[in-house]
């Protein structure tokens, strides 16, 4: 067990709108998510940086000072003998610490730094009422110290730690043991990312030893660390209204030769129930079921040595005890380079869209892609030229003053208008045929690889900041390449089997749980200029009340029930609109459904399939979703509600970009990039879940709202009133999430999708929502 950085009070967002969320409601609302996110998973598990509120981090005090705590006493020899040689090698700057506890170590540092002239220290710590103990002390003490805390995680930390450049970043008493190699893996990538070229790190890393000495550190005779773990139990009685008997708790601490790591867990001597009754959900623990806390693990720099040149730093110096059981790790984090709008990193994500959009077209015959199958999509060719216009017209617009590089830029300016030509017009037009449209994609693109090269020498231009510019071409076509999906996915007669189908093998775990939402603010929408479009900003503070949630999107088996019901046959489920639209569609189920001898069926592009209960229902309307909803007693979320549910992290008092945070997807995260032409059945990916719990928000099927498409407040049009603004107030409902066929570039929790309320052609489902009484 080592001190871990936690929950904390920070502003919601900078400047005029910061709004504090350090209150005790909030704290304690993150607390009850985490302890349900933790009881719910298999094997169960609670957060180890829940230990360190008050009592917890007093007794991890007393912990440090035990007999059998070797780590404390080892990195304190180390600091005691090498505190001016690392003052020596890092030169003047600020020292931050992360998990700062009572910052006894860390005063070696301090009084090195001090000897010196006038020092700030930075101390970061989970518990505000520990730290300002700490800061009220070394204030006392250390008059010339300037003492400016930050009471946070270390997520909600790192961006304020630019303002204290240079600096070197302390993360003591290997704390950084209790991440998991893929926690350890984000961490340090956030770091490089957080610090500036000639920052430092400092890192505590607990050496692997015999196994006694590890084992008795973490189990002491005294019954400490028992106490310890017992205060986690004692906590959730206090603060979330358990009655857990903690004497039915044992404490077990054994090392993981296997994975070089302790591990600490919570065996029940006796079948308990955790009942959180306020969040209406009810635990029972089964004699001898244990809890995992939390691990630590142990390193081996000779063979396994952790690799700082992968997180943009360099090597300085390692520092060990006598006794070679603990080692700090000096590193410099070398300059960063301007990869954002790099070349290469341009035309790799633009050739990967590409990529896959003639992937995507390749089955296609020349008539397939060149008629128009349905009113409501283009002729295939005409996205084609139209993507090629676009990347060709935004690029010149940014680089060359809007110099045009296409000769024919003004007819296909006036053909690939998608303002001006409805699609139901578009097959009227002089378009290009198949190889045709192919040649000027490959035009267009050969002269975006030029322009990319000359980015860096451009005049400045805010369609080149961060290269956005690109981003917003390869983001358009990955869109258009989804469009012609829903085309695809609309010929009758095509059977469409492309080599690359990959059927998941998975098992449905079914669930009808509903997620209580706490009342609170949250901040809503964007303030990225990389790559969010111009409807996502800017970010604001969103106030909400208390509300219920699906934990997945409706399945085929629950619409099933409303059809069976006679759902479609009961005008009071119906909006006086959606009334409207079901008389003169004559719908009766979802669009793909087929009943075939009595038996359900669903057409996949061609392929007539038996319909999978498990999987989100999809090709609905919204007006479909929203008599759904009435039917079950609930009604679709806003999408504020959407979005605080994937978004926010109450424990970092801060946004993700992705519900399961901010790594970018894979296929154990979210079923994205047209891969599996299906959406995965519901409790598949429990990986990819939010902060709350609520599985499967990215990727599936896009996810209908209640909210009409609107500007937020303080909206500014960039870089064209055609994306966005021309849409405003015309009726289009927001769908969240993206859907299967979304490429992984084109989607995030900010990202909205808009469309009319009676589509059906989209991959579109939703969930449902419900107001607390």
Not at 299 to 327: C, H, K, V
Not at 536 to 557: G, K, M, S, W
Not at 687 to 710: K, L, P, R
Request: glycine fraction near 6%.
């Amino acid at each position: 067990m080592q001190a871990v950085p936690e929950v904390a009070s920070m502003p919601l967002v900078s400047g005029d709108r910061a709004r504090e969320s350090d209150s005790a409601a909030v704290q304690r609302a993150a607390f009850a998510q985490a302890v349900i996110r933790g009881l719910s998973a298999r094997p169960r598990s609670l957060d180890c940086r829940y230990l360190y509120d008050a009592h917890g981090s007093a007794l991890f005090d007393r912990i440090t000072r035990l007999p059998e705590y070797y780590l404390s006493r080892a990195e304190s020899e180390i600091l005691a003998r090498s505190a001016a040689r690392i003052r020596d090698l890092v030169g003047a700057g600020a020292v931050a610490e992360l998990g700062a506890g009572s910052a006894v170590k860390t005063r070696l540092l301090l009084d090195a730094w001090l000897q010196r002239g006038p020092a700030t220290y930075v101390p970061i710590d989970i518990s505000r009422e520990h730290l300002a103990v700490t800061c009220a002390a070394l204030r006392q003490d250390l008059p010339q110290l300037a003492v400016c805390e930050i009471a946070g995680s270390y997520e909600q930390a790192l961006p304020r730690l630019a303002a204290h450049s240079p600096l070197c970043l302390l993360f003591l008493g290997s704390s950084i043991g209790n991440l998991t190699h893929q926690q350890t893996d984000v961490f340090l990538a956030s770091l490089g990312e957080a610090l500036a070229g000639g920052d430092h790190f400092l890192l505590g890393v607990d050496l692997v030893k015999d196994v006694g000495s590890l084992e008795r550190a973490y189990a002491d005779s005294a019954g400490v660390t028992a106490r310890f773990l017992r205060n986690l139990f004692a906590r959730m009685n206090r603060e979330l209204g358990t009655a857990i008997d903690l004497d039915a708790i044992e404490h077990v601490a054994y090392f993981n030769r296997e994975m070089a790591q302790m591990e600490i867990s919570a065996r029940f001597r006796r079948a308990t129930d955790i009942d959180l009754a306020e969040y209406g959900r009810r635990f029972r623990i089964g004699p001898g079921e244990a809890i995992h806390i939390e691990i630590s693990r142990k390193f081996d720099l000779e063979r396994n040595p952790l690799s700082p040149e992968r997180y943009g730093f360099e090597s300085i110096e390692t520092f060990r005890d006598e006794q070679q059981r603990f080692a700090l790790l000096l590193w410099r984090r070398r300059a960063k380079q301007t990869a954002a709008s790099s070349p290469v990193r341009i035309m790799r994500q633009l050739d990967a869209v590409r990529a896959q959009t003639l992937r995507l077209i390749a089955p296609l015959t020349d008539q397939q892609l060149t008629c128009q199958h349905n009113p409501l999509m283009s002729p295939m060719v005409w996205d084609l030229g139209h993507i090629a216009n676009y990347e060709e017209q935004w690029i010149a617009r940014a680089l060359y003053g809007n110099r045009r590089l296409d000769r024919d830029a003004p007819r296909n300016d006036s053909i690939y208008d998608s303002a001006r030509h409805p699609r139901v017009r578009r097959a009227e037009l002089a378009l290009l045929d198949r190889d045709g449209a192919l040649r000027f994609l490959q035009a267009t693109r050969d002269a975006a690889r030029v322009a990319s090269s000359h980015c860096e020498a451009a005049q400045p231009n805010p369609l080149l900041d961060s290269g956005y510019v690109f981003a917003m071409v390869a983001q358009h076509e990955a869109q258009h390449a989804e469009t012609m999906l829903q085309a695809i996915q609309l010929i009758a007669e095509l059977h469409y089997e492309p080599y690359w189908r990959r059927d998941r093998e998975e098992l449905g775990r079914p669930s009808s749980v509903e997620v209580l939402i706490p009342a609170g603010p949250f901040v809503m929408g964007s303030d990225d200029r990389s790559c969010a479009y111009d409807n996502e900003r800017p970010a604001h503070v969103v106030e909400l009340p208390a509300y219920f949630i699906d934990e997945v999107p409706v399945t085929n088996r629950d619409f099933l029930g409303f059809v069976e019901d006679g759902g479609y046959q009961r005008p009071e489920l119906w909006s006086p609109e959606g009334r409207a639209w079901l008389a003169q569609s004559g719908a009766a189920h979802p669009q793909q459904w087929r009943r075939l001898d009595g038996i359900w069926q669903e057409r996949h592009f061609g392929r007539e399939v038996p319909l999978r209960l498990w999987q989100p229902v999809v090709h609905v309307s919204w007006f479909e979703a929203d008599a759904f909803a009435r039917w079950a007693g609930k009604r679709l979320p806003t999408e504020a509600e959407w979005e605080k549910v994937a978004a926010w992290d109450l424990e970092r008092g801060g946004a993700r970009r992705y519900p399961w945070g901010d790594q970018a997807p894979s296929s154990s995260l979210a079923n994205l990039g047209q891969e599996t032409f299906a959406p995965a059945e519901v409790g598949t990916l429990p990986a990819g879940a939010s902060f709350y719990g609520c599985e499967q928000m990215i990727g599936d099927v896009w996810e209908w709202t209640a909210s009409e498409f609107a500007p937020y407040p303080g909206f500014e049009m960039f870089p064209y009133a055609e994306y966005s603004a021309i849409h405003f107030g015309k009726g289009y409902k927001v769908l969240r999430g993206g859907s299967w066929a979304t490429n992984a570039v084109a989607i995030r929790n900010t990202f909205r999708n808009w469309d009319h309320p009676q589509r059906r052609q989209i991959f579109a489902g939703f969930r449902c929502a419900r107001s607390v009484e």
